[in-house]
């Protein structure tokens, strides 16, 4: 059994106007230990869908369904407020993006960490101090005592997205989620950063789901990948088979759209025209069909669903028009299909 | 052939800010020069100096010391009066299209602006001229009359990239202009940016911590760090054989976008973050996080001695005293070619 599965998950958040449908139908599993990455550009849905996995999507005009939210079993969505405090942190915990800001500016950072760990298990003062230095040992700060005795002000980025991950890792949860964790940081730190979740993730056992918009970070971090677009998932698969054959004309797109610091880009970057859809207003069908080279006339009159590959069936994607490995090399669609929308 | 004479020429630039506690000195001692219609990609980390040099460069700062020579002549200490025939012919684009447009003003007065300042044609031919550039930067002339809330990040880049172009400028300077824009509409604006380099023949100054985005456009590549360069030269020769350890380091931090290289591949984390620029450690500035430094056993040269810049093979200048050994480090080897050519 997975440890967490997510079935037809969607998040409606009404407003004066009407109602944007931010996460629309949504499935995925994670295993336990695995890291999986959630990729997607802004508004696509991907940092909704994990704060619904937390059970903090706030308010009374918002709408959170799913056919299945179960981790390690248990159903999320039925669970009352007081029961989802006790397992936040002990089951699921996350890392958001911007690590200066996450943190109580006017708190010791010792106090940020023994919170946590003295609201769910009982320990002294004493004793949640030197765990407290322990998980900072471990997530690679040099000097625990000089940081559990500093506030965030005296920290750089990095060091703070540290603590932040020692935070999340103090009660041993068994699923990780991490918001954009080095966005806000430098490629060198980042790669510190990075270093610590693989090495961390791997000792502990903990699952991983990694929100980013960066598919290099996936490259090097995941085994397994999501792509979403305007609120959907529209490919996912093992990581080294969506980037060695994408199916899914975004995927091909947004690999494409990368430029790459160790090769030079063949042919233009610019692979994906236009911008994406007002989550307000989205087009009938696949949402992706008019920014899409390959669209038939289908795609703008019935949303494809996500269906396995035919010859590797651990890759899924929705398109009605699948990219040929061919045509991911070309950038462009290469058959003239019969019906294909001008 | 000969080199045509640079359209930009900058010598031992030094720009220090008094803080209260101390002397930061954000740019120690560059040197660089842009040959006419040439891109030079400057790349480094946050604090490295990069945007000081930019703003340094268009005299939106006022140098500490050195100069700054813009065909022919000499910017650095002029004053806002003698300024005024220049500020027309280098233009800037800034990095957070969302702070760096007044949101109370429309597209076409904010593209119309700088035509009006300087006085350039009657109101007719300014109108002419905003519509051009809309169409040039790729936005629908629907957009003329729109604010700034009513656009996207990727239009709102293009409406800036049109006000830098409005006045036909000779030197365009870049800071991050893509940092803050998604993948896929990243992509277009560097596109659109190589595209109006090469049409106009204009000269890029173009600043990111992207070293992927720099391959793309730049021709040149000068990779600074805490206030000096460490290294220069033609992009290729930089990005495939990179000649300072801090280069190496760097791309050996970018993540590559292809798991057959990421599982491959063996990374140099550099240790710590880097020093404040206030206090900049002594001799070569790297070498706190230096992992060539420590591979050799910790060399003193390093400490006691700053680098001067020397030849690097292949082209461009490099400053570390081991310059000859980081093509030899196990740790420096370009990662395997990826599945597809």
Request: some cysteine; proline content about 9%.
């Amino acid at each position: 059994m997975p440890l967490l599965e997510v079935e037809n998950l969607a998040v409606r958040f009404r407003n004066r106007t009407g109602v944007v449908p931010a996460v629309n139908g949504v499935s995925f599993t994670v295993d336990a230990g695995e890291t999986v990455g959630l990729v997607g550009e802004s508004g696509s849905g991907k940092s909704v869908t994990s704060l619904a996995l937390m059970g903090l999507v706030p308010g009374r005009r918002t709408e959170v369904t799913a056919a299945r939210l179960a981790l390690d079993g248990v159903e999320l969505l039925s669970l009352s407020e007081s029961e989802l405090r006790r397992r936040r942190g002990r089951d699921v915990a996350i890392v958001f993006q911007n690590p200066t800001s996450s943190l109580n500016p006017v708190v010791r950072i010792s106090k940020q960490i023994t919170e946590a760990l003295q609201a769910h298990e009982k320990l002294t003062r004493a004793a949640a101090r030197s765990r407290a230095a322990e998980l900072l040992a471990d997530v690679g700060i040099p000097d625990p005592d000089r940081v559990l005795d500093s506030y965030p002000h005296r920290l750089s980025g990095g060091m703070c997205q540290r603590v932040m991950i020692a935070i999340a890792l103090a009660l041993k949860p068994k699923l990780l989620i991490a918001d954009e964790p080095t966005t806000a940081l430098d490629v060198t730190i980042q790669a510190q950063v990075l270093e610590v979740m693989r090495t961390v993730t791997r000792e502990s056992g903990t699952a991983l789901i990694l929100i980013t918009h960066d598919l290099g970070v996936v490259a090097a971090t995941a085994q397994h990948v999501n792509v979403m677009y305007a609120g959907r998932i529209v490919e996912s698969g093992p990581v080294v088979d969506i980037f060695a054959r994408p199916r899914h004309p975004y995927t091909v797109g947004l690999l494409r759209s990368i430029a790459r610091p160790d090769r030079d880009a063949a042919g233009t970057l610019a692979a994906i025209p236009g911008q994406p859809p007002d989550p307000t207003a989205l087009p009938p069908g696949c949402p992706f069909t008019p920014r899409c080279a390959w669209r038939l006339d289908r795609c703008s009159a019935e949303e494809p669903q996500l269906t396995p590959d035919e010859e590797r069936p651990d890759q899924r994607y929705a398109c009605h028009n699948p990219v040929t490995p061919a045509e991911a090399e070309a950038g462009k669609p290469l058959r003239a299909a019969a019906g294909a929308g001008a | 052939m000969s080199a045509p004479a640079p359209l930009l020429s900058v010598r031992d630039l030094r720009v220090h800010y008094a803080r209260r506690h101390a002397n930061v000195r954000a740019v120690d001692g560059v040197d660089l020069e842009i040959s006419r219609g040439g891109t030079l990609g400057l790349v480094g980390e946050s604090g490295c100096g990069k945007s000081t040099l930019g703003k340094a460069v268009v005299r939106l700062l006022k140098p500490t010391s050195g100069t700054i020579e813009f065909d022919g002549c000499d910017l650095a200490p002029l004053d806002e009066r003698g300024l005024r025939p220049w500020r027309r012919r280098i233009g800037m684009i800034f990095q957070d299209p969302y702070s760096s447009l007044n949101p109370r003003i429309d597209v076409h007065a904010w593209i119309e602006e700088p035509l009006r300042i300087h006085g350039r044609g009657s109101r007719t031919e300014r109108t002419a001229r905003v519509r051009d550039l809309l169409d040039r930067v790729g936005l629908p002339q629907a957009a003329e009359h729109r604010y700034p809330s009513q656009l996207s990040g990727g239009q709102r880049q293009r409406v800036g990239i049109a006000r830098a172009l409005a006045l036909d400028p000779d030197l365009l300077v870049a800071d991050e202009p893509t940092s803050a824009l998604d993948v896929s509409i990243q992509a277009q604006v560097l596109e659109l940016l190589a595209e109006i380099q090469r049409d106009l023949e204009l000269t890029l100054l173009f600043i990111s911590h992207d070293l992927g985005a720099v391959r793309q456009v730049a021709g040149e590549i000068a990779v600074m760090y805490l206030g000096r360069m460490c290294e220069l030269g033609p992009a290729r020769r930089v990005l495939d054989r990179p000649a300072h350890p801090y280069t190496v380091a760097l791309l050996s931090a970018a993540p590559v976008p292809d798991p057959a290289v990421e599982a491959g591949r063996e990374r140099i984390v550099l240790r710590g973050d880097p020093p404040s620029p206030a206090a900049p450690p002594s001799g070569c500035r790297f070498h706190s996080r230096c992992w060539l430094r420590e591979s050799l056993d910790d060399p003193e040269i390093c400490v006691t001695t700053d680098p001067p810049p020397v030849p690097a093979a292949g082209g461009g200048t490099v400053r570390c005293h081991f310059h000859d050994r980081v093509a030899g480090a196990p740790l420096a080897q370009p990662p395997p070619p990826g599945g597809h050519a």
